[in-house]
């Protein structure tokens, strides 16, 4: 069975710029997390998406959004690159989260490069 | 908002040797996760942990959900090369966190052959 997968790989941009990371879970599950890992740093949550809807997000700024698609898979856009920005953004799934604490599963990461 | 303690932040040890590394909060949590990452890639799930008390093994490691549900180690048997990487405790809250999983800030394992 095919684990999480993300496109691509590794994505630079310009400061200024627009980005869209993909995102595709496991198949069944529903939800779709995205998270931030700055270099040196611990992962930071950005976004849930379940059943196409946003259920919840992190302390980012509005320009990071994103949306889920019918097929379950997600994409992260994140608008006006800044240098800051630059890290491994990571997208995972899992089962629909009814608040039991569902086991997340983890893609491999885009690595987002802003100069 | 809600912040896990890790410690230690890194261990240098021998291959052969057991690791133990512990996560602590001010807050109960339902739910225990243990994650491994490696250079690059995206974190693995190594143990989930949904009941106070809970001791669950999955090979050479072994977790436990501590019973005050404040609480949580992993413990790691007979270190190998390959058990290098980045381990991280994670979370899961509810309320304004509903779907959130809050990770504690890594422990970083470097494993001598």
């Not at chain 1, 997000?57 to 608008?79: A, M």
Request: hydrophobic share 35%; aromatic share 12%.
């Amino acid at each position: 069975e095919a684990g999480v997968t993300q496109s691509p790989t590794h994505l630079i941009k310009t400061r200024g710029q627009q980005a869209t990371l993909r995102c595709s879970p496991i198949s069944g599950h529903t939800s779709v997390y995205w998270y931030q890992q700055a270099l040196g740093l611990g992962l930071q949550f950005l976004l849930w998406y379940d059943e196409g809807e946003e259920r919840n997000r992190g302390n980012f700024p509005p320009r990071f959004s994103g949306r889920q698609f019918p097929n379950y898979s997600s994409e992260l856009n994140v608008n006006a690159l800044e240098l800051e920005d630059s890290a491994l953004y990571l997208c995972a799934s899992s089962l629909e989260d009814r608040g039991l604490g569902t086991e997340a599963f983890f893609g491999q990461g885009t690595r987002l490069t802003v100069v | 908002g809600q912040q896990l303690n890790q410690s230690p932040q890194s261990m240098f040890i021998q291959e052969g040797e057991d690791v133990s590394m512990n996560c602590t909060s001010s807050s109960i949590f339902n739910t225990w996760l243990w994650y491994k990452q490696d250079p690059g890639e995206g974190p693995v799930l190594l143990i989930a942990l949904y009941k106070a008390g809970e001791l669950t093994s999955n090979g050479r490691l072994t977790a436990q959900f501590g019973i005050t549900r404040k609480d949580s180690f992993l413990n790691i048997s007979a270190s190998i090369p390959s058990d290098v990487g980045i381990y991280f405790c994670a979370v899961y809250a509810g309320g304004t966190s509903y779907g959130k999983l809050t990770f504690g800030q890594g422990t970083i394992l470097t494993v001598h052959p």
